[in-house]
T-cell receptor, first 115, second 109 residues
Framework: EAQVTQNPRYLITVTGKKLTVTCSQNMNHEYMSWYRQDPGLGLRQIYYSMNVEVTDKGDVPEGYKVSRKEKRNFPLILESPSPNQTSLYFC??????????????FGDGTRLSIL | GDSVTQMEGPVTLSEEAFLTINCTYTATGYPSLFWYVQYPGEGLQLLLKATKADDKGSNKGFEATYRKETTSFHLEKGSVQVSDSAVYFCALSENDMRFGAGTRLTVKP
């Protein structure tokens, strides 16, 4: 089954404790991205990657890091989480960014609470 | 830059009522337009899309027409069901993907 898998689905942690949210897709997609969803703000893009070893900032990259060492994986790293990063996070992928009419496939989300 | 504005919710309707969720966009060129749906506890799923002016996207009884003259892509359904209760996002794709803020729909029996 074609899917985007995120882990963990839920995490409660404390300020400053490094954490990683994993994202994996099994569709051989070139393009992957991370979003955060906050009430009244919709989805805002954090980082995206057009292919292996190619990453770029989205609209709200501060406080986050990503890497794309393999095509299927795109982890999101919070080196020193703060309470304002409490949010619902989604990973998404699509075949290739050049094909702008291709929809994105989303994971089920990761709810992070930073105390 | 590109942006999407959709009507604020929440929207509450009775079963079999007519649904319209308004969406307008700002773009420099000719974006593709999408509606995504998010059911509780899940990620976004593509509902329908349109890639050029006057295209109509449709799926599961929902429709939306790409109107370049009014820069709109309103979502409609003639008769909603309880199972349509979800959050709906309008989105455009041009230089990057932009999402609206989302509209929560609740359908009561």
């Amino acid at each position: 089954e074609a899917q985007v898998t995120q882990n963990p689905r839920y995490l409660i942690t404390v300020t400053g404790k490094k954490l990683t949210v994993t994202c994996s897709q099994n569709m051989n997609h070139e393009y992957m991205s991370w979003y955060r969803q906050d009430p009244g703000l919709g989805l805002r893009q954090i980082y995206y990657s057009m292919n292996v070893e190619v990453t770029d900032k989205g609209d709200v990259p501060e406080g986050y890091k990503v890497s794309r060492k393999e095509k299927r994986n795109f982890p999101l790293i919070l080196e020193s989480p703060s309470p304002n990063q409490t949010s619902l996070y989604f990973c998404a992928s699509s075949p290739a960014w050049a094909q702008v009419n291709q929809p994105q496939h989303f994971g089920d989300g990761t709810r992070l609470s930073i105390l | 830059g590109d942006s999407v504005t959709q009507m604020e919710g929440p929207v509450t309707l009775s079963e079999e009522a007519f649904l319209t969720i308004n969406c307008t966009y700002t773009a420099t060129g000719y974006p593709s337009l999408f509606w995504y749906v998010q059911y509780p506890g899940e990620g976004l799923q593509l509902l329908l899309k349109a890639t050029k002016a006057d295209d109509k996207g449709s799926n599961k009884g929902f429709e939306a027409t790409y109107r370049k003259e009014t820069t709109s892509f309103h979502l409609e359904k003639g008769s909603v069901q309880v199972s349509d209760s979800a959050v709906y996002f309008c989105a455009l794709s041009e230089n990057d993907m932009r999402f609206g803020a989302g509209t929560r729909l609740t359908v009561k029996p």
